[in-house]
């Protein structure tokens, strides 16, 4: 499975991004699709997932203001980014989980929100 960002870029706090990610290869085998994000100096951490049934979790600091979902044809999925903070910034990277538990990421897109 290849997975591609797009979306990123720079915002002001308060303001709105979309990330989208398109997937395309042996997409039948993903179970999973999520959001991480790695900010400067830090591990990556979970933002967000979504299972094939639609089942959605996310991390407690975008809970309300994040929304992730995937499109009708299930190759492509979105993050809906409200109220940006400072925090947020990172590098978000694309993921796609299949059946066996093997992961697959994107190249990643930068956000930036400024203060």
């Known amino acids: 499975v290849q997975l591609v960002e797009s979306g990123g870029g720079l915002v002001q706090a308060g303001g709105s991004l979309r990330l989208s990610c398109a997937a395309s290869g ?39 203001r994040f929304t992730i979902s995937r499109g009708n044809a299930k190759n492509t999925m979105y993050l809906q980014m409200n109220s940006l903070k400072p925090e947020d910034t990172a590098v978000y990277y694309c993921n796609a989980r299949n059946w066996k538990g093997d992961d697959n990421w994107g190249q990643g897109t930068q956000v930036t929100v400024s203060s």
């Open 26 to 64: 042996s997409t039948f085998s993903i179970n999973v699709m999520g959001w991480y994000r790695q900010a400067r100096g830090k591990q990556r951490e979970l933002v967000a997932t979504i299972t094939s049934g639609g089942r959605t979790n996310y991390a407690d600091s975008v809970k309300g």
